[in-house]
């Protein structure tokens, strides 16, 4: 079955912590949620499809501007959430968005990072052009190359001398950076039936800690994102010296409590 390895980690600790940090995810990403909803220029009245909505906040975004709105997600514990927030204002449904069909199409299919975990991305965005009305839009953001994206860089390269070696990984494979490389995604979405694809490079901040200092930022690092998954797979007697070595990565970047470090991404736009 597509994607069962994604619904297995997004509903079990990973969706857990992600609801659970709902307020700081949505304020380190604010940034992008910024630049994506640019992008979209969603008018009142128009038809949206947000995949991998989460937690909720840009289908709730859409639905202020007037929209009407489905958001799709493979994790409950992040729906659930997602779904006491917008009091109805949004139709919030778990379903995956590489074989869900609407009964009629949408004006606007958007994401911020929910369409990198695909096993076949090819078949899953066939599936989604398949969702847009005729002259409809794709509007998304995923994260471009990780040298770019020092918030994740540099905790993994702290603790990588302490864990055990791991064979090298798929770059393509489904995650985060699945989709850093344009010239793949272009031909993806080409092979897709998608035209006017257009990719544009954005440099962000990625605040990890917004008045907590590194004492915030090392706790954010080992609930979310990359340095998290291997935290938790390590045996417990090693765990001090990981946070410790995040620690002492992450103080340079201690600016009076805010802790920031870059990313870069990418706005994907398509018809």
């Keep these: 079955m597509a994607n069962e390895d994604q619904k297995e980690y997004w509903n079990d600790n990973a969706g857990l912590k992600w609801a659970e940090q709902q307020d700081v995810m949505d304020a380190l990403l604010s940034p992008v949620t910024s630049l994506l909803i640019d992008a979209a220029a969603i008018a009142s009245g128009e038809r949206v499809m947000d995949i991998g909505c989460g937690t909720g906040e840009t289908s709730l975004i859409a639905a202020d501007a007037g929209a009407d709105v489905i958001g ?6 992040m729906l659930d959430l997602a779904r006491s927030r917008a009091d109805g204002r949004a139709n919030l449904i778990l379903a995956d968005a590489s074989d869900y069909r609407a009964d009629e199409g949408f004006d606007l299919i958007m994401s911020r990072f ?4 695909f096993d076949d991305p090819v078949t899953a965005f066939t599936n989604i052009k398949a969702n847009l009305k005729p002259g409809g839009r794709m509007v998304f953001a995923c994260w471009d190359h990780p040298k770019l994206n020092k918030w994740v860089m540099v905790p993994m390269a702290a603790i990588k001398p302490l864990l055990p070696e791991a064979p090298e990984t798929d770059p393509h494979a489904p995650g985060p950076f699945a989709f850093a490389d344009a010239d793949r995604l272009k031909g993806i979405l080409t092979e897709a039936g998608f035209d ?6 954005h440099s962000v901040d990625i605040c990890m800690s917004q008045s907590g200092g590194v004492d915030g930022a090392v706790y954010f690092s080992s609930q979310i ?3 998290s998954r291997a935290l938790g797979e390590v045996d417990e007697a090693l765990r ?4 410790d070595a995040l620690k002492e990565a992450l103080a340079p970047f201690d ?12 706005i994907v736009q398509a018809r």
């Design 72 to 77: 799709v997600d493979i994790s409950e514990p």
């Design 255 to 266: 600016d009076g409590g805010r802790v920031a470090l870059a990313g870069g991404i990418w």
């Design 240 to 243: 001090p010296q990981l946070l």
């Design 196 to 201: 006017d694809v257009s990719m544009t490079a």
């Design 225 to 227: 994102g990359p340095a």
């Design 114 to 117: 929910g369409v990198m975990f």
